[in-house]
């Protein structure tokens, strides 16, 4: 769901997580959209221990049945970012005013706490898992109580390495749930995004479902 270029971790990616962009409009146009079957996990990398991960159960999120081929949810608008990778995002759900080249967002208008992001760049020359916990150690190191649920290598079944990442951490006082999914396919590395408060990740579960499962290309 693009990460290291040039033995470097990947900014844009490491923005997604990082970085909070201002909110703005952005119109879209509803295409059809691939069906995209959430894997099984076949390696799980131990996760960080703590009161706050003891509190939340990462299984909770798994995806319900895949959506149908072609279907775009109702409510939900297909739109096309970096690189080429295609989402589903809540309709009323606006473009962020100001983006990176390789990350766009949508922000939910009712709540500065809940946005998605989604981009990608070429693949590095190294694992999809390896690039990822780069990552993880870039971001861990900006502090902000930032601890791991879980990160787990899986395999789609057409065959793409898939990488999924849920971790805590805290923002303007604030403490945030996120995950964030990394796929590779056709010479490029994908990744989508979602964070809220703790206290609102259930509530996002529907819309973190959509996106996971219509994210592409596969």
Avoid: C
């Avoid at 769901?1 to 970085?19: K, P, R, T, Y």
């Avoid at 962009?21 to 099984?40: I, M």
């Avoid at 319900?64 to 970096?82: D, I, K, M």
């Avoid at 849920?166 to 996120?178: E, P």
Wanted: proline share 8%; charged share 15%.
């Amino acid at each position: 769901m693009a990460l290291i270029a040039g033995g470097a971790v990947f900014a844009a990616v490491v923005a997604l997580v990082a970085v909070h962009l201002a909110g703005g409009k952005h119109v879209t146009t509803p295409v059809a959209v691939p069906t995209v079957t959430v894997p099984q996990p076949i390696q799980q990398v131990p996760a960080v221990t703590g009161s706050a991960a003891a509190t939340i159960d990462p299984s909770t999120t798994t995806a319900a049945a895949p959506l149908s081929s072609g279907v775009v949810p109702p409510g939900y608008t297909r739109v096309t970012g970096p690189v080429g990778i295609q989402v589903s995002v809540p309709s009323d759900w606006p473009t962020a005013d100001e983006s990176l080249a390789s990350v766009d967002e949508v922000d939910d208008p009712d709540d500065q706490n809940t946005y998605l992001r989604y981009g990608g760049s070429a693949s590095p020359s190294m694992p999809l898992m390896d690039a990822v916990l780069q990552i993880e150690d870039s971001t861990a190191a900006l502090g902000n109580d930032y601890q791991r649920l879980s990160l787990t290598d899986v395999t789609s079944p057409t065959g793409d390495d898939t990488v999924e990442w849920q971790f805590l951490f805290t923002k303007n006082g604030v403490q945030r749930h996120a995950v964030d999914w990394f796929w590779r396919a056709a010479g490029n590395d994908y990744a989508v995004y979602a964070t809220t408060s703790t206290a609102d990740w259930q509530q996002l579960q529907p819309t973190i479902q959509v996106l996971e499962q219509t994210a592409g290309p596969v």
